[in-house]
Structure formats: structure tokens, C-alpha cells
């Protein structure tokens, strides 16, 4: 939960996504800061390394949204990760990597496949010896900065697991001293995750799913504070013929 805080603005740049793709990062590493200390584990929706070089980027790039500073986001995202190692997971519902396999479709099209609906996980791989050259120099610079940051060195590991017979296989990744340290963190991780999932998928973040969407009602409020309501939507014209044949 985010005790219900928003940032409420309207605005207009060259760069908006972006700029909102760091803004719902920043808000993902506020909220897990606040809550980390507290609970056994802090589940953020996507990768690791897609968070850590979005917020590289933007710190490179000085991009500054409001009060929010990229450059001391990722400080905090990375002293958060060398804190609480064994608590900060990163759980992707949709992957296409080609770390573990280095294959044409991705790791979790062959795993899907091969495993034949098991149960379990693959064993811990560092991010470093990745398939994609791009990956692993990634991954050794995420290692440098974060022992610049937080003085502990930990390497960024991924596995690929299901958590109920024949339903989906879901990446995750985490942070991790070395191989064997990773395999207790997913070992662990597995038992937890496999004991509140539904369907293969934790109850916690399907219900964040369920929260976090925006419906019909939320776009027409939108719409009304901009002044857009009067705007045609898709179905407008189609009205219109229907209108006209009927005439």
C-alpha cells in the first residue's frame, strides 16, 4: 500500500514517458523503502536491471520531475538492495530474456516447455556470465555501483520458477553474494511464493494487479478535468452512420 498517496499534475513534454516511467519507479522504491523493514519480502512487478539502468538513464540524463531526483533514487534503490538483500525480489509476469539459454524465443518459451508442467525453479545463474554481452556488462557495473553505494558486493542472479503444476513460468531476480547464498535466497523464496499463489501467481500481486487498474469511470474523470470530454471516442463515429442509415 501507498497510504493512499498520489501526485496529482498535468503536464506536457517531449519526454513524458519517460518521465512517467521514472516517476512509477520512483514511487515502486519509495514504498518498498518505507515497508522493507517490516515484512519478509518486498515483491517489485518487473526486473532488477530494467529498473536500475531506467533510473541510471535518468540520472545521466539530469531529468528532474517535480521534487523527484533520479540520482538520489537510485542511491536508495541501491542501498535498499545491499540492506535487504534476501528481501528484495523482482518478479516478471512477462519475459523474452535470452540470459540463461542465449535462444532465439527466450528462456521462458524452453523452460515452459522442457520442464513439462513441474513445479521448482532453475538453479541460481549470475547475471554476470549472461548470454547477451549487453546483459553482463550490465550486471557487472549494477555489482560495482551498489558496492560504491551500500560497501557490500552482490552479484544480480535470475531463476526461472513455477509454483503450481502446469501453470506459467515467471522470472525473478534478485541480489545475492554467490552461488550458494542465491540458492538458499531461492529456495526459500520458493516455498513462500508457492505457499500464497493462485494458479501459480502470488495472491499479493494479483491483487496490486486488481488495484492498480484503471477503468472506463477513471478515463472519463480524466477526460473531464482536462477538458477533453467533449472529445469524439472511438465508438462516436459509428454512432453517427448508424444514425445516418437509418435516416
Given at each position: 500500500w501507498f497510504d493512499y498517496e498520489v501526485d496529482v499534475d498535468v503536464a506536457s513534454s517531449t519526454t513524458l514517458e519517460s518521465d512517467l516511467a521514472y516517476i512509477s519507479t520512483h514511487l515502486d522504491v519509495s514504498l518498498a523503502e518505507r515497508n522493507t523493514a517490516s515484512c519478509s519480502y518486498v515483491l517489485f512487478d518487473g526486473g532488477l536491471l530494467a529498473k536500475y539502468i531506467r533510473l541510471s538513464k535518468a540520472a545521466a540524463e539530469g531529468v528532474g520531475v517535480n521534487r523527484y531526483s533520479?540520482?538520489?533514487?537510485?542511491?536508495?534503490?541501491l542501498y535498499m538492495i545491499g540492506v535487504h538483500p534476501k528481501k528484495v525480489v523482482f518478479f516478471s509476469k512477462n519475459s523474452s530474456a535470452k540470459?540463461?539459454?542465449?535462444?532465439?524465443?527466450?528462456?521462458?518459451y524452453y523452460i515452459e516447455r522442457l520442464t513439462e508442467g513441474a513445479t521448482g525453479f532453475t538453479k541460481p545463474f549470475n547475471l554476470e556470465s549472461s548470454k547477451m554481452r549487453g546483459v553482463s556488462a550490465l550486471a557487472s557495473r549494477f555489482r560495482e555501483e551498489l558496492k560504491n553505494v551500500s560497501g557490500v558486493s552482490l552479484h544480480p542472479y535470475v531463476v526461472y520458477a513455477r509454483f503450481d503444476s502446469f501453470k506459467r513460468v515467471y522470472r525473478l531476480e534478485f541480489a545475492a553474494e554467490g552461488d550458494e547464498d542465491a540458492y538458499e535466497t531461492a529456495?526459500?523464496?520458493?516455498?513462500?511464493?508457492?505457499?500464497?499463489?493462485?494458479?501459480?501467481?502470488?495472491?499479493?500481486?494479483?491483487?496490486?494487479?486488481?488495484?492498480?487498474?484503471?477503468?472506463?469511470?477513471?478515463v472519463e474523470k480524466l477526460a473531464s478535468i482536462l477538458g477533453l470530454s467533449l472529445e469524439p471516442r472511438g465508438r462516436e463515429p459509428l454512432e453517427v452512420l448508424t444514425f445516418v442509415r437509418r435516416r
Open positions: 533520479p540520482a538520489r533514487t537510485l542511491r536508495e534503490f540470459d540463461l539459454l542465449g535462444m532465439v524465443k527466450g528462456d521462458v529456495d526459500k523464496l520458493f516455498k513462500v511464493i508457492s505457499a500464497v499463489s493462485v494458479s501459480g501467481y502470488p495472491y499479493q500481486l494479483m491483487r496490486a494487479d486488481q488495484l492498480a487498474r484503471i477503468g472506463d469511470r477513471d
